[in-house]
């Protein structure tokens, strides 16, 4: 058989890569072929993404597999709100102990007059 001769189409054969055209752009010739769903693409509809041909919409299954499923019953954001109430409620205790502590002393101490008092000046 002379190389340069087409192969003969058996039927039933797969078609070669040259004969198949795109599924999205039927007017343009299949380059690859999506490893994922099987199907025939030109240039533009096939990403490489880890090695591996795939289509857009297959890439876009892909990606949403991928994605965290966000859970019903998180309580991230009442935590928080919890967390910055008991912050809140502790810095008030924090202030309102400084302010008793502050007004338990006595005015000569504030006014400067407490060493007088005992003798020191």
């Known amino acids: ?3 340069a001769s087409p192969i003969p189409h058996l039927p039933g054969a797969a078609a070669p890569l040259r004969a198949r055209r795109c599924v999205r752009h039927t007017e343009r010739e299949a ?9 025939f693409y030109c240039r533009e509809c096939v990403v490489d993404h880890a090695g591996r041909l795939v289509c857009a919409s297959c890439l876009t299954k892909a990606a949403r597999a991928a994605e965290p499923v966000k859970s ?16 809140v409620l502790v810095l008030w205790v924090i202030f309102y102990a400084v302010g008793s502590l502050l007004l338990s002393m006595p005015p000569e101490l504030h006014e400067g007059t407490v060493w007088k008092r005992i003798g020191m000046d």
Request: hydrophobic share 40%; glycine share 14%; with cysteine.
């Open 31 to 39: 380059v690859a072929r999506c490893s994922t769903c099987g199907g």
């Open 1 to 3: 058989m002379n190389p």
């Open 72 to 87: 019903k019953r998180s309580f991230a954001g009442l935590r928080r709100g919890v967390t910055l109430v008991a912050a």
